[in-house]
């Protein structure tokens, strides 16, 4: 029987944060339910492609779209189950067993509880908040999205835009999401860099915009300023 995972990572100059991604998900090789992995990545100019290639994923490369690169990688994916991932993201020990069971026992798309690795208080907060947006059926990117390819293709996947990918396929799988008992660990830096009451609100705000209508190409030229 084939492993059911294809690993998906969209990826833009990510050579500092990839290798601990990768790491994490040795635990899915050796219990046997990773099939194959792939990188999707947007024109990096640093070893982001080579390091790829050197852990055996398989790279793609395109236009620099979180949107289109994940729907560029989705559409080559093998695997019965779809496992999608932000480069900075790393998945803690335990998560194999979780979502083989996960595979095993629903149909529905599963995301994991997000923790950040280092910012204290704030970052408690800002990621309950998250944790708690999730369980009203807002996972957003960097907790990691299970889904079925049956599923994906049934919802129509991630659309090609810049940004907001995560929240426009939350939108489509309503009613089709679980919460997955297990932890990914994401990258505070930008948070501590821009401070994490400003990084939360501009998110919000992104979000409210988005859900107003406002077109993702110009919600991300925004959020790049």
Not at 83 to 104: K, N
Not at 139 to 149: E, M, N, V
Request: hydrophobic share 40%.
């Amino acid at each position: 029987m084939r492993a059911p995972i294809t690993v998906i990572i969209p990826t833009l100059n990510a050579a500092d944060v990839l290798p601990d991604c990768l790491t994490a998900l040795m635990e899915g090789l050796e219990a046997g339910i990773i099939r194959e992995l792939i990188v999707s990545d947007g024109g990096s100019d640093d070893a982001t492609a080579a390091l790829a290639h050197a852990w055996g994923a398989q790279v793609l490369q395109g236009a620099p779209s979180r949107g289109g690169q994940l729907r560029r990688g989705c559409a080559q994916a093998r695997g019965e189950w779809l496992l999608v991932l932000h480069a900075d993201t790393r998945l803690q020990p335990g998560w194999a067993d979780c979502m083989r069971h996960h595979i095993r026992n629903s149909s529905n798309a599963g995301w994991c509880r997000l923790r950040f690795d280092r910012g204290g208080l704030l970052a408690l907060l800002v990621s309950g908040w998250a944790n708690l947006r999730s369980r009203f059926g807002l996972p957003y990117g960097d907790q990691g999205l299970l889904i079925s390819k049956a599923l994906y293709e049934k919802t129509g996947g991630f659309p090609d835009i810049p940004l907001m990918e995560d929240v426009a396929i939350a939108r489509a799988l309503r009613g089709h999401l679980s919460g997955l008992d297990t932890v990914a660990v994401t990258s505070a830096e930008k948070y501590q860099r821009q401070g994490w009451l400003r990084r939360g609100l501009r998110n919000l705000w992104t979000l409210v915009r988005y859900s107003a209508g406002s077109d993702p190409e110009q919600l991300a030229q925004g959020y790049r300023r």
